[in-house]
């Protein structure tokens, strides 16, 4: 998981609120991705960043948001409207946004009661 | 559209026996493919990639991967196979479609049995 952090490993929230999960990275990478996870669904991309200040929509970005103030940080809130948060929730970074492989954090896992 | 396809969701093999996971995909140009290992609560961890050249792709942990353009098929393969192996395993393709995108298939699960 080297170079990518993600926290908290495990977080818990009551339907209605939103909640913030944190992804830094010290890769010295451009571009960072957000994806969820299910089972049996692979990973689906939630939004991803090319460069500081600018973010783009993924396949499944309803009821999600980002922001991408800093290279190093590219947090991701989880808002009242995404019908069904409850996933593991994982962040890349990559050198940028060609051919390269991706580099994930540990994960978060999101259980919304 | 471009797709992945792991026709398999569970993979079952002994130890020292060689192991095979499958994948096949479907893209309008050139692709670029990639496999992951996931062990359990953890996050996605690079094998290795074909991009272009030789269609003997050799990675991490023993691992390889033949590129086959024919049969549109990049399939994971270790002559031997170590318990420790068993974990979830990714086959991704990245293509151009108005910018890179990176689709990832649904996985197949490796269980290594000693």
């Known amino acids: 998981d080297g170079g990518i952090t993600q926290s908290p490993k495990y977080l818990f929230r009551k339907e209605g609120q939103n909640v913030t999960l944190s992804c830094e990275q010290n890769?010295?990478?451009?571009?960072m991705y957000w994806y969820r996870q299910d089972p049996g669904q692979g990973l689906r991309l939630i939004y991803y960043?090319?460069?500081?200040?600018?973010?783009q929509k993924g396949d499944i970005a309803e009821g999600y948001s980002v922001s991408r103030e800093k290279k190093e940080s590219f947090p991701l809130t989880v808002t009242s409207a995404q019908k069904n948060p409850t996933a593991f929730y994982l962040c890349?970074?990559?050198?940028?946004?060609?051919?390269?492989?991706?580099?994930f954090g540990p994960g978060t896992r999101l259980t919304v009661t | 559209a471009q797709s992945v396809a792991q026709p398999e969701d569970q993979v079952n093999v002994a130890e020292g026996n060689p192991l095979t996971v499958k994948c096949t995909y479907s893209?309008?140009?050139?692709?670029?493919l990639f496999w992951y290992v996931q062990y359990p609560n953890r996050g996605l961890q690079f094998l290795l990639k074909?991009?272009?050249?030789?269609?003997l792709v050799k990675g991490s942990y023993g691992f390889e991967a033949e590129f086959n353009k024919s049969q549109t098929s990049f399939h994971l393969k270790k002559p031997s196979a170590l318990v420790s192996d068993s974990a979830l395993y990714f086959c991704?393709?990245?293509?151009?479609?108005?910018?890179?995108?990176?689709?990832f298939g649904a996985g197949t699960r490796l269980f290594v049995k000693a």
């Open positions: 890349a970074s990559s050198p940028d946004t060609g051919v390269y492989e991706q580099y």
């Open positions: 890769l010295n990478h451009d571009a």
């Open positions: 960043s090319q460069i500081v200040n600018d973010f």
């Open positions: 893209v309008s140009g050139n692709p670029y």
């Open positions: 074909y991009i272009t050249g030789d269609n």
């Open positions: 991704a393709v990245r293509a151009w479609a108005g910018g890179f995108k990176t689709i």
